[in-house]
């Protein structure tokens, strides 16, 4: 009876000691099992030169703008253009997703930015191209991005089971950013060799390619419209369920801190005495750092639960963010090496902090609304850029130091916020996973 107890009690105690670990975001090996999914290899694939045409896209009308006019504001104006239609169509574009054929709004979207960028050609070869025009060309584009997030979340999600949806947004995260350091080396490349010309011909490529291969590797199931639907209020306000709205709130948060990395970086360069070189190297250390979250992932992810991996993250971009400020007080060669590895570490943390959340939208998401879902975390991500991004403008006015430390104060808020309020969505995405895994057995 004795020896009956112990083995029952050990059996208990064991049990107890890895009940945490059923939470961890996925176990060991498993973060490529997606790509065992023919289906979802070849989508993947497709993704990249998706991806690629989309950065292209914002890289060269950026410099394009630069060019045609000196003014800092009007240049600025471009990233408006590009994520104002986001917040204003995400949750839109996420609900005709749902309602409507995935495969007819991702091929829609990309022959948008397709049209959008041969209109563009053709204004800079017969020389008419002008700050307003460019400016419209760029919302097109920004309506269209509004569109493909959405619906290819939605695709990638449903061609694997719902408990690899956190797999397949990682998967996707990592696509755009591999996609984002290898274009920003030939689009410059483009750039400095052709122009605006040679830009928007990289841009014009990517996008047909990706068109093609999407056209051939979207299952026939994607194809139709769908037959079930629901109205309008039930499909947005049922799809922003109490989980999603933890999110949303972690994403603005977070996004309100990180903005400020992409909005004062060039004028944090400039106090450094250095110049374009440096914000080159920077922002390419920042794709870096996003294509290496991988490997982190892959490491880390076993071994850690959502709750705690997503904290972990947020408190280094916080971090990240607060050597920034130091590097103002420290001598040129030092302050280079510094910003260098925080730059690094940022582009780590936010591309690991949005992979994880982007993920947990798909998996909690509701029947039938995983798209609309993905419109809610886009809407409030982009907002935080949208409304901080001018703040920390403003503070910069009065003080750099202010500006960052103040963003890394937001992000350590975040931080903090999912530690407390993120229990319940550790619990869920564990129950979703099991239940999964259950109904797979």
């Known amino acids: 009876m004795r020896t009956t107890l112990s083995v029952d009690g050990y059996e208990k105690k064991r049990e107890l000691v890895r009940s ?222 109490a989980n999603i709205r933890m999110i949303c709130a972690a994403g603005f948060m977070t996004s309100i801190g990180a903005s400020v990395v992409w909005a004062l970086l060039p004028l944090l360069v400039k106090r450094m005495h250095s110049g374009p070189t440096m914000l080159g190297l920077q922002m390419a250390l920042l794709g870096f750092g996003a294509v290496a979250s991988i490997a982190l992932i892959h490491v880390l992810a076993p071994r850690l639960s959502f709750r705690t991996f997503l904290a972990v993250m947020t408190l280094q971009l916080s971090s990240g963010i607060a050597v920034y400020a130091l590097t103002l007080d420290l001598p040129a060669d030092m302050s280079t090496v510094v910003l260098s590895i925080s730059s690094f570490a940022i582009g780590i943390a936010w591309t690991i902090s949005q992979s994880l959340m982007t993920g947990a939208c798909l998996q909690l998401s509701a029947p039938g609304a995983a798209a609309t879902a993905i419109g809610w975390y886009l809407t409030s991500s982009y907002l935080g850029f949208a409304l901080a991004s001018p703040l920390w403008g403003l503070i910069s006015r009065i003080s750099l130091l202010h500006a960052f430390t103040g963003s890394a104060a937001v992000a350590a808020t975040s931080a903090i916020y999912t530690s407390i309020a993120f229990p319940t969505i550790e619990r869920t995405l564990s129950n979703s996973d099991g239940a999964q895994k259950e109904h797979c057995s």
Not at 111 to 124: E, F, Q
Not at 155 to 168: C, E, G, N, Q
């Open 20 to 241: 945490p670990m059923k939470s961890v975001i996925f176990p060991r090996g498993s973060l490529f099992h997606p790509l065992g999914n023919r289906v979802f290899r070849r989508f993947w694939f497709a993704s990249l030169f998706s991806h690629s045409g989309i950065w292209a896209c914002f890289m060269t009308t950026s410099w394009i703008m630069s060019d045609l006019s000196s003014d800092p504001s009007t240049a600025a104006s471009v990233q408006t253009a590009l994520y104002l239609p986001v917040v204003l169509l995400a949750i839109v574009a996420g609900y005709l997703v749902d309602q409507g054929s995935p495969r007819f709004f991702l091929l829609s979207a990309h022959w948008a930015l397709m049209i959008a960028t041969i209109a563009a050609i053709v204004l800079i070869v017969f020389g008419a191209l002008t700050e307003k025009s460019l400016w419209f060309l760029t919302f097109v584009c920004g309506c269209g991005f509004a569109f493909v997030t959405p619906a290819w979340n939605s695709i990638a999600a449903s061609v694997v089971p719902k408990s690899h949806a956190l797999r397949s947004a990682v998967l996707g995260s990592f696509s755009y950013s591999l996609a984002r350091l290898v274009v920003s080396v030939l689009g410059g490349i483009a750039l400095s060799h052709g122009g605006s010309l040679g830009g928007m011909t990289v841009v014009c490529f990517c996008l047909l390619f990706s068109i093609a291969l999407f056209t051939v590797v979207i299952p026939q199931e994607y194809h139709s419209f769908r037959t079930c639907r629901l109205s309008f209020p039930a499909n947005v306000l049922g799809s922003f369920n």
